[in-house]
């Protein structure tokens, strides 16, 4: 390379960079954020559940979903707690033993009373 071709492409280099540098100056300016904080109270939700079987309710239940999502259904006869609670074993995978369901669903029921009219 003789002299001339090294000067060359020393100034198409600092062509380069002179533009790239224009052209960043030049990127409009991000738009200025105003954060703000917002408070809110969330509801206070039963996660556990207490009272009579609710250990057996806590071991099988609580993987998936809180207590208040349980307790918020509505009272349905015993069958229907057996079939919900095979539904949860089932369908949904719950690790519930076989020989649990049964019991399970009587505390339901317990716990809801009968449906109400
Ligand atoms: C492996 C996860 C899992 C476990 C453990 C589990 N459930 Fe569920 N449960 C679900 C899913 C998923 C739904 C459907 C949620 C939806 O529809 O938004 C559900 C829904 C329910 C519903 C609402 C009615 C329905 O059929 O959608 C009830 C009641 C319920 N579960 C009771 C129980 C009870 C009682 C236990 C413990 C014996 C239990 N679940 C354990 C996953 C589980």
Redesign the pocket.
């Known amino acids: 390379m003789n002299r001339h071709g090294i000067f060359s492409a020393g100034c198409t280099l600092l062509l380069a960079f002179g533009l790239a540098s224009t052209a960043a100056a030049g990127a409009a300016t991000p738009p200025k954020i105003h954060w703000k904080s917002e408070h809110i109270t969330l509801p206070t939700s039963d996660l556990t559940f207490s009272g009579p079987g609710g250990q057996v309710?806590n071991t099988?239940?609580l993987?998936?979903?809180s207590a208040d999502?349980?307790n918020e259904?509505p009272a349905v006869p015993l069958a229907t707690w057996k079939i919900?609670?095979s539904?949860?074993e089932k369908a949904?995978?719950?690790p519930?033993p076989a020989n649990q369901i049964d019991h399970?669903a009587e505390v339901?029921y317990q716990r809801f009373g009968p449906p109400k009219p």
């Open positions: 309710l099988y239940c993987m998936c979903h999502f349980v259904q919900e609670v539904k949860m949904f995978g719950a519930i399970i339901l």
